[in-house]
């Protein structure tokens, strides 16, 4: 099949900076002449000193809202004569209402069509479609979540459809409450639980003692509790070991991240309920 190739005679690239410049620069290479538009706040940039054409958006918009105003962009496009829109990447790029108004308007939009971006544009259509085009997918949810207002909800969703949580719901809630935990703070509680000792837990980590240290009172403090008590004696300097508290933190997350693989937010609040804020 040979398809047509439409030749152009101006395009306006509804885009700033580098992106336009190289577009411009495209453009000129190609013979087809070039219309740039710019915010007020882009008066004086380079970009529109090198497009054939220049004009101004509207100025009641801000510096990005004057390159999302379709109306305005169409309307130059039309005044000018344009033929295509350039849109080059984001701002506009990737807006099918953009794209609708090109089209209605008999204005080329260069980039994919309509129909491709609604379908590419959500990831529950995306994946049906390259199912039916037999293009090989990862596993993931293929339904759309639009009544999930408790984590009750979320749950029981997950479990119909028998999907598991990727990202783990106690990093969230920690995120929430402001508490910085990941995996390495995890490694290294475990490990001083285990050694009775910062210094052993620093070497089998590979990571310096001031390091664990840091990583350990900054916890504290966000946590508002003491999580190891040290005392002095043997040979490796003072002995380490968790408070009661840090016991159970690690305890119960340690439950949470063995669960998590199959669980939701309702996991989280069994393990956590009541915990971080009592």
Not at 41 to 51: G, I, P, Q, S
Request: glycine letters at 6%; a negative charge; proline letters at 4%.
């Amino acid at each position: 099949m040979i398809m047509e190739v439409k030749k152009f005679k101006k395009v306006l690239v509804a885009n700033r900076g580098e992106i336009a410049i190289r577009v411009f620069r495209a453009l000129s290479e190609l013979g087809i002449g070039s219309v740039a538009v710019y915010s007020k706040e882009d008066r004086y940039a380079l970009f529109r000193t090198k497009a054939d054409e220049a004009y101004p958006l509207n100025p009641d918009k801000g510096p990005v809202d004057a390159y999302l105003d379709i109306p305005t962009i169409i309307r130059i496009a039309k005044e000018k004569k344009v033929d295509a829109i350039h849109p080059g990447y984001g701002f506009l790029s990737e807006n099918p209402e953009f794209a609708e108004a090109c089209r209605k308007n008999d204005i080329a939009f260069i980039g994919p069509n309509v129909e491709a971006m609604n379908i590419m544009g959500d990831k529950i259509s995306a994946k049906r479609a390259a199912e039916e085009s037999k293009v090989p997918i990862i596993d993931g949810s293929d339904f759309i979540i639009h009544d999930a207002d408790t984590p009750e909800d979320y749950a029981e969703l997950l479990r119909i459809h028998n999907q598991s949580l990727i990202r783990s719901e106690i990093h969230i809630q920690l995120a929430r409450e402001k508490v910085f935990f990941d995996e390495k703070l995890y490694s290294l509680l475990t490990l001083i639980h285990e050694t009775g000792s910062v210094r052993d837990a620093c070497e089998r980590m590979h990571i310096s003692y001031s390091t664990s240290w840091n990583l350990i009172h900054t916890l504290e403090s966000q946590l508002h509790e003491p999580l190891i008590i040290r005392s002095q004696g043997g040979t490796r300097g003072s002995h380490s070991e968790l408070t009661p508290y840090g016991e159970e933190f690690l305890k119960r997350y340690a439950r949470f991240s063995e669960e998590t693989r199959s669980c939701s937010k309702k996991i989280f609040e069994e393990c956590f309920g009541g915990f971080l804020n009592a």
